[in-house]
């Protein structure tokens, strides 16, 4: 499997063929852990509210890693894999060069009613409050930001994931954290992974083929979308 990596100091170069979905959508076995080893131990943990949990060992990059679901966010400041699959989600990567500690959100829709993080101005507090815990600092924090594709057919009324990505950017100017690099809107889903301790982000994009699964993610987004835009008086607003 061949990703594009990106640095602070080189532009991203082009992107490999679309691969097949089903690479990154197969169901991955958690399988067991030896005892004392840092994968039991990570699953040993008792997770915060809205922080990823499901750890497995990734046999392509013989590492211990960390899938984020959507409405997860995760940071570390390990050597460990934080990966996520996107549609018209965003997944926003965040480093801290000096801490060298980093994390990874995954957002469905830019606001909604409640602390979800599910909703992007909630999920990018949760994983900025997190990163300052872990010794980072908001004037060291430099981001990558990925997602926001079109991969639903058809539904182009509500732009979930331009709706997406201009919220995610506009936020990270707000707060003066630098976009260093970005792999956002078109039509691809995608895979990504994050090496915290390093900042190294890795994307694929991903052929928009037998894409049940985020289909239906997608789905969920644009309903959400559309009852919000809908109800009357709702506060529910994006």
């Not at 809107?185 to 994009?205: E, H």
Request: proline share 4%; net charge positive.
């Amino acid at each position: 499997m061949t990703f594009t990596t990106g640095s602070r100091d080189s532009a991203w170069g082009a992107l490999s063929r679309a691969a097949p979905l089903a690479e990154s959508l197969t169901t991955i076995a958690q399988g067991a852990a030896a005892p004392g080893s840092r994968l039991a131990k990570l699953r040993a943990q008792v997770p915060k509210p809205g922080q990823a949990s499901f750890f497995f060992y990734d046999a392509h990059f013989k590492s211990d890693a960390v899938k984020v679901l959507p409405g997860e966010y995760y940071v570390d400041n390990q050597d460990l894999l934080i990966m996520t699959t996107l549609g018209s989600c965003i997944a926003a990567c965040l480093w801290d060069r000096s801490a060298r500690v980093g994390g990874m959100n995954h957002f469905m829709l830019p606001d909604g009613v409640g602390d979800s993080g599910r909703y992007g101005s909630f999920a990018m507090e949760l994983l900025i409050n997190e990163m300052l815990k872990r010794g980072a600092s908001r004037s060291g924090m430099e981001a990558k930001v990925f997602g926001g594709g079109q991969v639903v057919s058809g539904m182009t009324t509500m732009n979930v994931g331009e709706r997406n990505t201009t919220f995610v950017l506009e936020y990270l100017k707000t707060e003066r954290i630098p976009v260093l690099s970005k792999d956002v809107l078109d039509i691809y889903p995608r895979k990504v992974c994050f090496l915290p301790a390093s900042g190294k982000a890795m994307v694929k994009r991903l052929a928009p083929t037998n894409t049940e699964a985020l289909l239906v993610q997608d789905r969920m987004a644009t309903e959400r979308a559309v009852k919000s835009s809908s109800a009357g008086g709702s506060v529910d607003l994006f």
